[in-house]
């Protein structure tokens, strides 16, 4: 008889927060032959809305990393729904794509990289159609997609590294790129200006690797940050930084006294926008604060979406709106170092056990747990 190991689903919390997570007991998976099995330590938590069939809410949202997820959770009108054990299995209700663990066995015709071994801590690189982590267990095809984590970083830390943070990474890269132009190009300008929308774990990782690069720059003096934040808590975590102006975007009031309280905490119109907001309305009305020339990067699942419809308005604006990618292997490989060696700091965080992700979720969504909550699966440090 194949050797059971635990698997978890967490799909999007109804109403009462009742039955939105469901273990199973699932065969081992088998070792792929140029792959590895991975022994998952820690996951970040996070959840699929039963709405349609999208990406997963993780570190990505600037809703369900920092705080309350009482706002996404008003936004989509939950439907009753058959457990996921019921009837054919569908494979996208066991999200989990942030993953920190130890290598438990490698293919016989795997190619040995980075001097991953039996036993190696690393973290999973997100490929497409990366395994979703939730389980004790979990292959990846090809063991390139495996990076090693530093003796000297906590894999509870490790795991909030290869979605959000990869991505936040790249974005701010991105944002350091396009000041280089502005600063230092052919028609250079004295000051930028670079504004940062949303207070999730994307915003929060972005502020502080964008600080990091700005920091080692030539035209260091000559950018001013500023943040919008989506909500109080993030208001409160944003003052963390001196010299970054913060202002917040209520909904209750109008766009035009937005766009004008933006305009002013920032000292004028906008070079780069980074926008970690998951909403039309937060991307128009950051294209409005932008200057001429301007642009607003955005990520990949939410400029792929947006992009269609705002493309005309961009024009009309003479601003541009750029699409960032999750970043690459490589940088993640940099990531990982940066943040061992205490160079960029990560986000709040609290960790618990995966036997109580039930609860877990129902702290998130009461603003019970003030930071990124990572479950553990297996106890590696």
Same mark, same amino acid.
């Given at each position: 008889?194949?050797?059971?190991?635990?698997?978890?689903?967490?799909?999007?919390?109804?109403?009462?927060?009742?039955?939105?997570?469901?273990?199973?007991?699932?065969?081992?998976?088998?070792?792929?032959?140029?792959?590895?099995?991975?022994?998952?330590?820690?996951?970040?938590?996070?959840?699929?809305?039963?709405?349609?069939?999208?990406?997963?809410?993780?570190?990505?949202?600037? *809703?369900?990393?920092?705080?309350?997820?009482?706002?996404?959770?008003?936004?989509?009108?939950?439907?009753?729904?058959?457990?996921?054990?019921?009837?054919?299995?569908?494979?996208?209700?066991?999200?989990?794509?942030?993953?920190?663990?130890?290598?438990?066995? *490698?293919?016989?015709?795997?190619?040995?990289?980075?001097?991953?071994?039996?036993?190696?801590?690393?973290?999973?690189?997100?490929?497409?159609?990366?395994?979703?982590?939730?389980?004790?267990?979990?292959?990846?095809?090809?063991?390139?997609?495996?990076?090693?984590?530093?003796?000297?970083?906590?894999?509870?830390?490790?795991?909030?590294?290869?979605?959000?943070?990869?991505?936040?990474?790249?974005?701010?890269?991105?944002?350091?790129?396009?000041?280089?132009?502005?600063?230092?190009?052919?028609?250079?300008?004295?000051?930028?200006?670079?504004?940062?929308?949303?207070?999730?774990?994307?915003?929060?990782?972005?502020?502080?690797?964008?600080?990091?690069?700005?920091?080692?720059?030539?035209?260091?003096?000559?950018?001013?940050?500023?943040?919008?934040?989506?909500?109080?808590?993030?208001?409160?975590?944003?003052?963390?930084?001196?010299?970054?102006?913060?202002?917040?975007?209520?909904?209750?009031?109008?766009?035009?006294?937005?766009?004008?309280?933006?305009?002013?905490?920032?000292?004028?119109?906008?070079?780069?926008?980074?926008?970690?907001?998951?909403?039309?309305?937060?991307?128009?009305?950051?294209?409005?604060?932008?200057?001429?020339?301007?642009?607003?990067?955005?990520?990949?699942?939410?400029?792929?979406?947006?992009?269609?419809?705002?493309?005309?308005?961009?024009?009309?604006?003479?601003?541009?709106?750029?699409?960032?990618?999750?970043?690459?292997?490589?940088?993640?490989?940099?990531?990982?170092?940066?943040?061992?060696?205490?160079?960029?700091?990560?986000?709040?965080?609290?960790?618990?056990?995966?036997?109580?992700?039930?609860?877990?979720?129902?702290?998130?969504?009461?603003?019970?747990?003030?930071?990124?909550?990572?479950?553990?699966?297996?106890?590696?440090?």
């Amino acid at each position: 008889m194949s050797k059971l190991c635990r698997q978890v689903s967490i799909e999007s919390p109804g109403p009462t927060l009742n039955e939105c997570v469901f273990s199973f007991d699932v065969p081992v998976p088998d070792v792929p032959l140029y792959g590895a099995r991975i022994r998952v330590a820690y996951a970040g938590a996070c959840y699929r809305s039963n709405k349609a069939r999208s990406a997963s809410i993780c570190s990505t949202s600037s *809703i369900s990393s920092i705080g309350s997820l009482s706002a996404e959770l008003e936004s989509v009108s939950f439907q009753v729904s058959t457990p996921a054990h019921i009837g054919l299995r569908d494979g996208a209700l066991f999200p989990g794509y942030e993953v920190a663990g130890v290598v438990d066995a *490698i293919g016989a015709a795997a190619e040995h990289v980075d001097n991953i071994t039996v036993g190696s801590r690393i973290v999973i690189y997100p490929y497409e159609g990366v395994p979703h982590g939730y389980a004790d267990y979990i292959v990846v095809p090809d063991i390139k997609y495996l990076v090693p984590v530093p003796e000297q970083l906590l894999l509870s830390v490790a795991a909030m590294l290869p979605t959000g943070a990869l991505l936040a990474m790249n974005i701010a890269q991105t944002a350091n790129d396009c000041l280089e132009r502005i600063l230092e190009g052919p028609n250079p300008k004295q000051k930028a200006t670079v504004l940062i929308v949303g207070t999730g774990g994307l915003a929060l990782w972005a502020l502080r690797i964008a600080t990091h690069y700005f920091k080692g720059t030539t035209y260091e003096h000559r950018i001013n940050v500023s943040v919008a934040t989506l909500k109080d808590e993030g208001f409160v975590l944003a003052k963390e930084w001196d010299n970054v102006n913060v202002v917040q975007w209520s909904e209750d009031l109008y766009e035009k006294q937005l766009i004008e309280r933006t305009m002013d905490a920032c000292g004028g119109p906008v070079d780069i926008v980074m926008n970690f907001g998951t909403t039309s309305r937060s991307l128009h009305r950051s294209m409005q604060c932008l200057a001429p020339g301007g642009m607003v990067l955005v990520t990949e699942n939410i400029g792929d979406k947006l992009l269609p419809k705002f493309a005309r308005k961009a024009e009309d604006l003479k601003v541009s709106i750029v699409v960032v990618p999750i970043g690459s292997i490589e940088q993640l490989r940099n990531l990982l170092d940066l943040v061992a060696n205490v160079q960029i700091k990560p986000p709040p965080y609290s960790v618990y056990s995966a036997d109580d992700a039930q609860e877990v979720i129902r702290k998130l969504c009461n603003s019970e747990i003030k930071g990124r909550a990572i479950l553990k699966f297996y106890n590696v440090l």
